[in-house]
Structure formats: structure tokens, C-alpha cells
């Protein structure tokens, strides 16, 4: 597995984390990366994406409080989450099947995530 997601932690309501996604990968530059979220007793879901040429989308429950970035320098995509909600309680994962994205369940491999939690 070649993306290992970080900077997680426990932070309360309203707060503000900004995850890292480190690619080991040659090719990251031209990779599409996507965040995605497994909260307990939930289905894993894409929660950001971007692009190789950097265009980006977000899920509904999302927009407006999290932005997805990339450093192709660093080999490194970026999910900066503020106002988090009880909600966003979840192991934090990231992945790429290359240029493009899969649905999650069809991955063959997942690194180790990183758990975020959101609790006064």
C-alpha cells in the first residue's frame, strides 16, 4: 500500500485538524487522491477528492468545512477539516487507483488510516 494517511487526533466541536496523506508512489503527480471516512457502524465514504490537475469535489455533509490540497513537491495530500461535528467521528483514510478514483469497497488494499474524534 502506498499512501499512509496522519494528523488525526481528538479535538472538540468547532475545532479545526488538518490530516496529511504522504504518496510513496513514483507517479503522484499524476494520481487522483480521495479522502474517505469510515465513522462507527458506517459504511467507508468518499468524503474529498482531487485531482492530478488539482479539481476537487466534496460530499454534501462536507462542503464549505473541509478543504483537500496537494503538494506534489512533497508527495503529500492535505484534508484541512474545520468546524468538525460529532459527526465527523471516523477513521480517516486516503487512496488512489491512479488517474482516477473507485467506489470504496472496490480497493484491493487500504493503508492505516487515522482516527479523528469530535467530542467535548
Known amino acids: 500500500v502506498q499512501l499512509q494517511a496522519s494528523g488525526g487526533g481528538l479535538v472538540q466541536p468547532g475545532g479545526s485538524l488538518r490530516l496529511s496523506c504522504l504518496d510513496s508512489?513514483?507517479?503522484?503527480?499524476?494520481?487522483?487522491v480521495g479522502w474517505y471516512r469510515q465513522g462507527p457502524g458506517k459504511q467507508r465514504e468518499l468524503v474529498a477528492s482531487?485531482?492530478?490537475?488539482?479539481?476537487?469535489n466534496y460530499a454534501d455533509s462536507v462542503k464549505g468545512r473541509f478543504t483537500i490540497s496537494r503538494d506534489n513537491n512533497k508527495n503529500t495530500v492535505y484534508l484541512q477539516m474545520n468546524n468538525l461535528k460529532p459527526e465527523d467521528t471516523a477513521v480517516y483514510y486516503c487512496?488512489?487507483?491512479?488517474?482516477?478514483?473507485?467506489?470504496?469497497?472496490?480497493?484491493?488494499?487500504w493503508g492505516q488510516g487515522t482516527q479523528v474524534t469530535v467530542s467535548s
Open positions: 508512489g513514483v507517479f503522484f503527480s499524476n494520481n487522483a
Open positions: 482531487i485531482t492530478s490537475g488539482g479539481s476537487t
Open positions: 487512496n488512489t487507483n491512479g488517474f482516477s478514483l473507485l467506489p470504496p469497497d472496490e480497493y484491493g488494499s
